[in-house]
Nanobody
Framework: QVQLVESGGGLVQAGGSLRVSCAASGRTFSSYAMGWFRQAPGKEREFVARINRSGGSTYYVDSVKGRFTISRDNAKNTVYLQMNSLKPEDTAVYYC????????????WGQGTQVTVSS
């Protein structure tokens, strides 16, 4: 089982920045594609960002392009989401997820970390 532990959430003012982190257990982190998702109260979980195994390819939902950056440090078994120019609509629980090789979906999820952006 892959365990994912998120950290770095908190309260930030609109226009500010925050970086959330996700630390993974295991020896095969570098074989996983990683993603960030978020879920606001009463809304469905939505995709935010994805990074491939090597870190050379990333993809973002349109609403965060130019503001958020996903990155990974395979030596530290950690994936990051740098969030700049935060807006109140970014308020949500942010989840880290791992996709195992040859899997059609994300297989493991973290517990989530709350990000609240005040106006």
């Amino acid at each position: 089982q892959v365990q994912l532990v998120e950290s770095g959430g908190g309260l930030v003012q609109a226009g500010g920045s925050l970086r959330v982190s996700c630390a993974a257990s295991g020896r095969t982190f570098s074989s996983y594609a990683m993603g960030w998702f978020r879920q606001a109260p009463g809304k469905e979980r939505e995709f935010v960002a994805r990074i491939n195994r090597s870190g050379g390819s990333t993809y973002y939902v349109d609403s965060v392009k130019g503001r958020f950056t996903i990155s990974r440090d395979n030596a530290k078994n950690t994936v990051y989401l740098q969030m700049n120019s935060l807006k109140p609509e970014d308020t949500a629980v942010y989840y880290c997820a791992a996709q195992l090789p040859n899997s059609a979906r994300y297989d493991y999820w973290g517990q989530g970390t709350q990000v609240t952006v005040s106006s």
